[in-house]
T-cell receptor
Framework: QVQLQESGPGLVKPSETLSLTCNVSGGSISTYYWNWIRQPPGKRLEWIGYIHYSGSTNYNPSFTSRVTISLDTSKNQFSLRLSSVTAADTAVYYC?????FGFGELLTYWGQGTLVTVSS | EIVLTQSPGTLSLSPGERATLSCRASQSVSSSYLAWYQQKPGQAPRLLIYGASSRATGIPDRFSGSGSGTDFTLTISRLQPEDFAVYYCQQYGRSPRTFGQGTRVEIK
């Protein structure tokens, strides 16, 4: 059974960089699209972006200038870096596997999510 | 960006009743690249429907999806106690991928 698990600091200071890792077990990371999605308190889900196993990326323009998603196939994990964070970046962050469907991706497996709070 | 608007915000129903949830897109969603997810408190979303009307693996047949273009519907034919949750629609045909704001189905 495929499982995803996010890890990283739960508290980040304003202006610093948020860094999260998603460990994938039960399947190889060397295929599919690997996504990050977040959900601010009381708000809708927000897609941040994905990295394809080939290394290509697709980011939400709302984050392009400060986001990097990377893949480490040797560790079967992928990562999110979001720079210059503010309180508006406080959210539950989810990683998810995207299965190709035509021109899009279905988010079939999700991590449990991790709350990241931006505060001094 | 395609904006998805869901209605109603909250649906109060009793077990056994039928639930009808709506998702309207600001632009046509190409080739029915429309999905529905269920989210329970403290849990990650779970894929229910993709391609507007296809059920994901393991999803009971009381869940059905329909629609095309800009108007989509999720129907739960007979609500079970485990179905009370928040439901989100999502379009995955254009970037950025976007989600609706959710419909909460609560016990009346």
């Amino acid at each position: 059974q495929v499982q995803l698990q996010e890890s990283g600091p739960g508290l980040v200071k304003p202006s610093e960089t948020l860094s999260l890792t998603c460990n994938v077990s039960g399947g190889s990371i060397s295929t599919y699209y690997w996504n990050w999605i977040r959900q601010p308190p009381g708000k809708r889900l927000e897609w941040i972006g994905y990295i394809h196993y080939s290394g290509s990326t697709n980011y939400n323009p709302s984050f392009t200038s400060r986001v990097t998603i990377s893949l480490d196939t040797s560790k079967n994990q992928f990562s999110l870096r979001l720079s210059s964070v503010t309180a508006a970046d406080t959210a539950v962050y989810y990683c998810a596997r995207g299965d190709s469907f035509g021109f899009g991706e279905l988010l079939t497996y999700w991590g449990q999510g991790t709350l990241v709070t931006v505060s001094s | 960006e395609i904006v998805l608007t869901q209605s109603p915000g909250t649906l109060s129903l009793s077990p056994g009743e039928r639930a009808t949830l709506s998702c309207r897109a600001s632009q046509s969603v190409s080739s029915s690249y429309l999905a529905w997810y269920q989210q329970k408190p403290g849990q990650a979303p779970r894929l229910l429907i993709y391609g507007a009307s296809s059920r994901a693996t393991g999803i009971p047949d009381r869940f059905s999806g329909s629609g095309s273009g800009t108007d989509f519907t999720l129907t739960i034919s007979r609500l079970q106690p485990e179905d009370f949750a928040v439901y989100y629609c999502q379009q995955y045909g254009r970037s950025p991928r976007t989600f609706g704001q959710g419909t909460r189905v609560e016990i009346k």
